[in-house]
Nanobody, 117 residues
């Protein structure tokens, strides 16, 4: 089993920055891709960004150029630096980990990000 814990959410004004962190524990050898998803009220959960164990990244079009995802060299932590935040970035942000083998993803509990206008 893998346990994911997020931190770093909060309230920020439009144009500001936040950095989210996620720590994985347990059977972390099972993890290939780590990433961040978000879910705003009344909307479906969507991919924000993810990163493979070899460092390849993928971003949603809405955050390209503003958000940066990174991973530590132990592949047990993933970070999301969010710059130039907009009110539409307001959501609960979830850490996600995908296994090497086809199986259900691991999810964190989520951290709230609120951007005021």
């Amino acid at each position: 089993q893998v346990h994911l814990v997020e931190s770093g959410g909060g309230l920020v004004q439009a144009g500001g920055s936040l950095r989210l962190s996620c720590v994985a524990s347990g059977s972390t050898f099972r993890i290939n891709v780590m990433g961040w998803y978000r879910q705003a009220p009344g909307k479906q959960r969507e991919l924000v960004a993810d990163i493979t164990s070899s460092g390849n990244t993928n971003y949603a079009d809405s955050v390209k150029g503003r958000f940066t995802i990174s991973r530590d060299n132990t592949n047990t932590m993933v970070f999301l630096k969010m710059n130039s935040l907009k009110p539409e970035d307001t959501a609960v942000y979830y850490c996600n980990a995908k296994r090497w083998q086809p199986a259900p993803d691991y999810w964190g509990q989520g951290t709230q990000v609120t951007v005021s206008s």
